[in-house]
């Protein structure tokens, strides 16, 4: 449990030669009912855990990279609406499923907005109103204070961390330009995200940002005007 009718699991998966954290958030509904975001490997204790807080009513991948369990859990919990980016239905094979870029299914529990300009992405992220936390898949990320050793250290120096991907940071795809299609559509997103009430940023890859999170994001936003 980390805040007010939130919680999140962690977990961690091979990429590109390193450990990369991963962490799912679930959220409490008024109803009950549970709103799971970024669903990560689905193993009976997991199911068991999240069955223990309610019944699963979403499941949301908000980023189009972001599927690779999606499935295990529409099989595990098939009552669940699954609402995900637009790339990702034909990725995985859903039958039926909604697109973020509809209305919100849950109501106002649980705000959007999508981070457009950057389409690759096609991320949406969230503000989990009763927590006051930021919910986001890729477009913040936290690589501080992440130990490593041997080939996964050498990999990191002199490949991802020259790249980007070093302490707290955009998703360096965006913070350099290489995916972003229109610049101004993803500032005023950016601007947008800024202006909720906030207190933490729940990053799917890193630790969680608790302190001064409105600060912090504003400071990554203010990059992309450089």
Request: proline share 6%; with cysteine.
């Amino acid at each position: 449990e980390l805040a007010r009718e939130l919680w999140v699991h962690e977990d961690a998966m091979r990429l590109f030669g390193t450990e990369l954290p991963l962490r799912m958030a679930v959220g409490r509904l008024e109803t009950g009912g549970l709103w799971v975001h970024s669903p990560t490997a689905l193993y009976p204790a997991l199911q068991d855990q999240v069955l223990a807080l309610g019944p699963v009513r979403y499941l949301v991948a908000a980023s189009n990279g972001h599927n690779l369990w999606l499935r295990e859990w529409v099989a595990a919990f098939p009552e669940a609406q699954v609402c995900v980016s637009n790339g990702i239905p034909k990725k995985c094979g859903l039958g039926v499923y909604q697109s973020l870029e509809g209305l919100l299914p849950w109501g106002e529990e649980i705000g959007k907005q999508a981070v457009l300009g950057a389409p690759f992405f096609d991320e949406t992220v969230f503000l989990h109103r009763p927590s006051r936390s930021l919910i986001v898949t890729d477009l913040v990320q936290n690589h501080s204070g992440v130990a490593s050793s041997g080939l996964e250290a050498w990999i990191k120096r002199l490949v991802l961390k020259p790249v980007g991907f070093r302490g707290i940071c955009l998703a360096p795809p965006i913070r350099r330009g290489w995916l972003v299609k229109d610049r101004d559509k993803l500032l005023e997103s950016l601007a947008a995200i800024r202006r909720w009430d906030f207190e933490r940023i729940v990053v799917t890859h890193g630790a969680i940002i608790e302190a001064n999170a409105p600060q912090v994001f504003a400071e990554l936003a203010g990059q992309l005007r450089g």
